[in-house]
């Protein structure tokens, strides 16, 4: 099971669940910590989107980071609990882990370079410098 320990609610059904099991004699659990995606990575995510939105004409980097992380994720389904119906949610990058954050930035270079021509440099990379200085403002 998954829970997410910032958000009070899963807190506690995380306690509730630990609990029965301690109360049901379980003898042995593993807990592992998921470490959430860095300031870089993020940073980095959303230098590359604005030069994305530059290279196929979008005005809007905000727009631009939907379609991006749709095209690439997809989306998800969650139930209402309003209307009790299953709706279509984004992915929330600041939730993702470094791992998955990492897959997102490896998806995302090759996919706007191979479908669209489009060069996404890392810190490391040539060219990176102009980007940051184009982007950033």
């Not at 910590?33 to 300031?39: D, I, Q, S, V």
């Not at 590359?48 to 939105?53: E, G, P, Q, R, S």
């Not at 609990?81 to 990492?102: I, R």
């Amino acid at each position: 099971m998954r829970y997410n320990l910032s958000d009070e609610r899963q807190a506690g059904k995380a306690r509730t669940y630990l609990a029965s099991l301690i109360k049901k004699g379980a003898t042995s659990v593993e807990i592992t910590e998921k470490r959430r995606r860095t300031l870089t990575q993020n940073g980095l995510f959303h230098l590359w989107v604005k030069c994305f939105a530059d290279c196929i004409g979008e005005s809007s980097a905000e727009r631009c980071k939907v379609w991006v992380k749709r095209a690439l994720l997809g989306q998800h389904e969650e139930i209402n609990p309003l209307t009790n119906e299953p709706e279509l949610f984004d992915y929330e990058t600041h939730l993702f882990s470094v791992e998955q954050m990492n897959d997102l930035l490896t998806k995302f270079k090759a996919w706007a370079l191979t479908e669209f021509e489009c060069r996404l440099p890392e810190p490391d990379e040539l060219g990176f410098e102009q980007m940051f200085d184009t982007y950033i403002e």
